[in-house]
């Protein structure tokens, strides 16, 4: 997924992410350990993940969507990826909101995520 924000014509503009935090790297990295189970391939790469913001106090805020609103993980993803975030030495605390606007579409994913699901 490229670090420029997705949007739809009418939805709210998604904050950009803060890529020049030093922790930013590992906590793309971080939600590359996490897959939505119906799917091979990393929540980060599908394209899921459209903010990571990070403050001066090294708070993660991260906003993120799902492939569909019925996902029947969408209760835990976040958990998930909060689980995976927080272990990273720095991080103070770690929150994760979902949205709906705008909605995910295929051509959210990586180039990685598109060859990994035979669609290159």
Same mark, same amino acid.
């Not at 790297?25 to 996490?34: K, N």
């Not at 996902?71 to 929150?95: H, T």
């Given at each position: 997924?490229?670090?420029? %924000? $997705?949007?739809?014509?009418?939805? !709210? #503009?998604?904050?950009?992410?803060?890529? *020049?935090?030093?922790?930013?790297?590992? &906590?793309?990295?971080?939600?590359?350990?996490?897959?939505? !189970?119906?799917?091979? &391939? %990393?929540?980060?790469? #599908?394209?899921?993940?459209? =903010?990571?913001?990070? *403050?001066?106090? %090294?708070?993660?805020?991260?906003?993120? =969507?799902?492939?569909? !609103?019925?996902? !029947?993980?969408?209760?835990? @993803?976040?958990?998930?990826?909060?689980?995976? &975030?927080?272990?990273?030495?720095?991080?103070?605390?770690?929150? &994760?909101?979902?949205?709906?606007? $705008?909605?995910?579409? @295929?051509?959210? @994913?990586?180039?990685?995520?598109?060859?990994?699901?035979?669609? @290159?």
């Amino acid at each position: 997924m490229s670090d420029a %924000n $997705p949007q739809l014509e009418g939805a !709210p #503009l998604i904050a950009p992410s803060s890529t *020049d935090h030093p922790l930013y790297d590992q &906590v793309v990295e971080a939600c590359r350990t996490v897959y939505d !189970p119906e799917i091979p &391939v %990393n929540i980060y790469d #599908l394209g899921l993940i459209y =903010t990571i913001d990070i *403050d001066a106090e %090294n708070a993660v805020k991260i906003i993120m =969507t799902l492939t569909a !609103p019925g996902c !029947p993980v969408a209760g835990d @993803m976040p958990g998930w990826i909060a689980d995976a &975030v927080e272990p990273l030495a720095g991080v103070k605390q770690v929150d &994760v909101d979902l949205t709906w606007e $705008p909605p995910w579409g @295929m051509d959210m @994913m990586s180039d990685e995520a598109r060859l990994e699901l035979g669609f @290159m």
